[in-house]
């Protein structure tokens, strides 16, 4: 059965730091793993998607990195904003490949 | 486009009530999800539609029942729910049906249950 954890649960950093946030899966035979966001209240917006076949994807300032062999994800953020500030969740298809199951989330707060 | 889009927005319902939320995508996507996510947790899978099938319920109470009209549409319907029904439904949408389709959510519905 797959599990995604997140590590940390929260995290504060002033303006303008680069910060790295863990995810971790228990079956390395995943499909992809997908990372989102959310702010309070509000839905989920995706913001990287990567493919098994993949090591990295890129988007602006946000770098996710897949690693299957260890069970792990990473997603950087270079010089964070206060308009960065939400909770990201990490996601990996179950074992069918028929549903993403997510972790716990990183909640981030970005203070100007 | 890649909006689904969830009404309503907000839903105040007593337990002997029958509500339905509604959730529409025109992406062409041919899989469906309902999320359900309590407060400060993650979401949880409910039910995955494929090609306008059910093809996973993850053991939800029969006072939740799913629709699927059409490839665009998906209904969540609601009768005699319990006050820890109350929770933000989330409703997502992807191109396939298995990995490795991006999946893309709606705002979702806030339903509080008195």
């Known amino acids: 059965k797959q599990e995604v954890t997140q590590i940390p649960a929260a995290l504060s950093v002033p303006e303008g730091e680069n910060l790295v946030l863990n995810c971790s899966f228990t079956?390395?035979?995943?499909?992809?793993l997908q990372w989102f966001r959310q702010d309070p209240g509000k839905g989920l917006t995706s913001l990287l998607l990567?493919?098994?076949?993949?090591r990295e994807q890129t988007s602006g300032r946000l770098n996710a990195s897949l690693d299957k062999s260890s069970g792990r994800s990473t997603l950087y953020i270079a010089a964070s904003q206060p308009g960065d500030s939400a909770t990201y969740l990490c996601?990996?298809?179950?074992?069918?490949?028929?549903?993403?199951?997510f972790g716990k989330g990183t909640t981030l707060s970005v203070s100007s | 486009d890649t909006e689904v889009t969830q009404t309503p927005k907000h839903l105040v319902m007593g337990m002997t009530n029958k509500k339905s939320l509604k959730c529409e995508q025109h992406?062409?996507?041919?899989?469906m999800y309902w999320y359900k996510q309590k407060a400060k947790k993650p979401p949880e899978l409910m039910f995955v539609?494929?090609?306008?099938?059910?093809?996973i319920n993850e053991s939800v109470p029969s006072r939740f029942s799913p629709e699927c009209p059409n490839s665009s549409l998906l209904n969540l319907h609601l009768h005699a729910l319990q006050p820890e029904d109350s929770a933000l439904y989330l409703c997502?949408?992807?191109?396939?049906?298995?990995?490795?389709?991006?999946?893309?959510f709606g705002e979702g519905s806030r339903l509080t249950v008195l």
């Open positions: 997502a949408s992807s191109q396939v049906p298995t990995g490795p389709g991006e999946l893309f």
């Open positions: 079956d390395s035979a995943i499909y992809n």
């Open positions: 990567i493919q098994s076949s993949q």
């Open positions: 996601a990996a298809y179950n074992q069918a490949g028929t549903a993403l199951i």
């Open positions: 992406m062409g996507h041919r899989a």
């Open positions: 539609y494929s090609y306008e099938k059910l093809s």
